[in-house]
């Protein structure tokens, strides 16, 4: 059996209308210290979106969203923040916010590939899968 890695993840949900407390499942953050592994997944579902708030800017909440990404991949144009170690930057990601995408509580589990994991909570959370 292939050695096991503990993981940490934290699901990415839009919130339309914050006085509504709708929420909808849009991205899975996976950090996997030993595996030096952070990937964030997005899946926006517009259909979902457009049917708890009709006149959502679908553009903007991907744009939001992206921004995620960008951090975890430690892209050098999305500011000092994607700068930090992939640590602080999981955890900057994870951080409690009452803005218009809000993230779950973090989350741990063990798995023997941390792409494999991010495609399995991706089926289950999302609807989708990571793999092509």
């Not at 996997?32 to 708890?52: G, N, P, S, W």
Request: charged share 25%; net charge neutral; glycine share 4%.
């Amino acid at each position: 059996m292939p050695d096991l890695s503990s993981y940490d993840y934290a699901v990415l949900r839009l919130v339309p209308r914050v006085e509504r407390e709708e929420f909808i499942n849009a991205g899975v953050i996976l950090y996997c210290r030993q595996r030096r592994f952070l990937c964030v997944f997005i899946h926006l579902d517009e259909a979902r979106l457009k049917a708890l708030w009709p006149d959502a800017d679908v553009d903007d909440f991907r744009c939001r969203l992206e921004a995620f990404q960008r951090i975890a991949s430690g892209d050098p144009g999305a500011g000092p923040i994607a700068q930090l170690t992939q640590s602080e930057r999981f955890y900057w990601l994870a951080a409690t916010r009452s803005t218009i995408i809000q993230v779950s509580p973090v989350h741990s589990g063990l798995c023997s590939s941390p792409e494999m994991a991010l495609d399995g909570l991706c089926r289950r959370l999302l609807a989708a899968t990571t793999i092509a």
